[in-house]
């Protein structure tokens, strides 16, 4: 069963399993500004393996995802307290490796979701970890 998501609302909600699934449908659809519009203008996303935000993280993330990158994710943990939520997934992640070799990598990512004052759920930090180095699919 394939569920399709209104991300014009920008709203990650509060329940963890919805988050996953809306970020990793944003993320698989391999559209950069759709991803991006997930996260607060203030965020800072790790996944270029460097700290960015604003129009770095913005440039990065729809450079990358025009490559294709594939990503399947669970929930492993969640805590939530007032306006901020943390997640922690486990990732498995399909991608080409700068010589053009199809490589998977698996690791765990720490998310904080913060929730606005339009009271909407955003990606505040994302910060994945890599268990491995990349490994031939």
């Known amino acids: 069963m394939t569920t399709t998501f209104d991300f014009t609302t920008r709203d990650l ?8 699934a809306m ?20 965020a800072i996303s790790n996944l270029s393996g460097q ?3 604003g129009s770095e993280r913005t440039k990065f993330i729809t450079d990358w995802l ?20 943390l997640i922690i ?17 698996l690791g765990s990512c720490t998310d904080v979701v913060r929730k ?3 009271g909407k759920w955003q990606m505040a930090i994302d910060r994945p970890v890599a268990d ?4 031939p699919v």
Do not use: I
């Open 132 to 135: 491995a180095l990349p490994q």
């Open 116 to 118: 606005g004052e339009d």
């Open 66 to 85: 025009a490559t294709g990158p594939t990503l399947k994710s669970v929930v492993r943990e969640f805590y939530m307290t007032g306006d901020t939520a």
């Open 51 to 53: 700290p960015l935000s």
């Open 23 to 42: 970020f990793l449908a944003a993320f698989n659809s391999n559209n950069g500004a759709l991803f991006d519009s997930l996260y607060r203008d203030d």
């Open 89 to 105: 997934v486990d990732y498995d992640l399909e991608m080409d490796s700068p010589e053009g070799e199809r490589v998977r990598v």
């Open 13 to 20: 909600t509060s329940d963890p399993e919805t988050q996953n």
